[in-house]
């Protein structure tokens, strides 16, 4: 048996979940923030930071979700744990809808759903040791006295590659990928069976990415974990996720396994994203990078149509004027013209682009 197949069936044993069911299933799912004026503060308008996301996460895996700065994953995120109330829609998990719990069933759904921050120093308070900050979940869950939690915060720093005499340090005094570590033995210590990862590897130095990489990826096989993993950086992405959520402006864009997503993206946002990232020999490519130029657009008045259709250089009048449906089975994408699907040039489509030497005509 393969380490994935070890993984997958002792992460689907222990949250119960039928063969081919999933764990955790986002439907529909919005967060629209009010924008307020006028005297009696009126809600004008809304910020649509998530609007209308929809995926599934299987135990045992890892789902990568990613995206430009602003696109909404990391509200996304934030959202399926309810540290955001969603607007609309429906996070399913272990069979309930999370979205409408109150306070006191949401407490005791999170002894399973538990989330690691980008930030690891803003994440713990700098007034209290290491080893209170461990036990914390503990105590507040009434799972242990703090007396009693002691052993289980020894158990749970070695198992991320920290000793016990870091019980008594401050935050301050570790460095960040220890701090990260910290964060990720607190997620742990009420033994969950999903994590979601809000960039656990962006503010680290890429020697330290390496190690928290390899130790999600340790404790996912050894504790059956589910990870839903949210960065910016294709890197990590590809090394650790099974699967990969492309989101762009609040929607998504793509779904597909890492392997098919680098080998055959089929969004034009996903093809300039990957284009985007650096290449080990960039004299080798294959194929001449495709360019876009531009800022995301405010999420407060979004594009009509599709919205990636202001900066797409393939962009025609039907992308303007109708949203596309994100269809295509395993491998799913919302987009009129696919990359391998007879789209048009850049010279025939959006006039905005196409002024960029470097896009290919």
Known sequence: MSV??????????????????????VQDLKLHYPIRGGIVSRQTGAVRAVDGVSFEVFPGETLGIVG???????????????????????????????AGLNTRELRRV???????????????????????LLAEPLVAHGR?????AGERVTEMLDRVGL????????PHELSGGQRQRVGIARALMLDPTLLVLDEPVSALDVSIQ???????????AELGLTYIFISHGLGAVRYISDRIVVMYLGKVMEVATTAELFANPRH???EILLDAYPAPNPHLRDKERTVVEGDVPNAAKPPSGCVFHTRCPFAQDKC???????GGGSHAFACHFPLDAGRPTAASGNPETTKNPGVPA
């Open 4 to 25: 994935i197949e070890a993984t997958t069936r002792k992460a689907r044993a222990r949250a119960g979940v039928p063969d081919g069911e999933p764990l955790l299933s």
């Open 68 to 98: 430009e700065s602003g696109c909404g994953k990391s509200t996304t995120g934030r959202a399926i744990i309810r540290l955001e109330n969603p607007t609309a829609g429906a996070v399913v998990f272990g069979g309930r809808d999370l």
């Open 110 to 132: 999170r002894l399973n759903l538990q989330m690691v921050f980008q930030d690891p120093y803003s994440s713990l308070n700098p007034q209290k040791r290491i080893g209170d």
């Open 144 to 148: 242990a006295s703090r007396k009693e």
């Open 163 to 170: 000793s016990a005499q870091f019980k008594g340090r401050y």
């Open 210 to 220: 390496a190690q928290v990489l390899n130790l999600l990826r340790d404790l996912q």
């Open 268 to 270: 034009p946002y996903t």
């Open 320 to 326: 303007r004027t109708e949203e596309p449906r994100l």
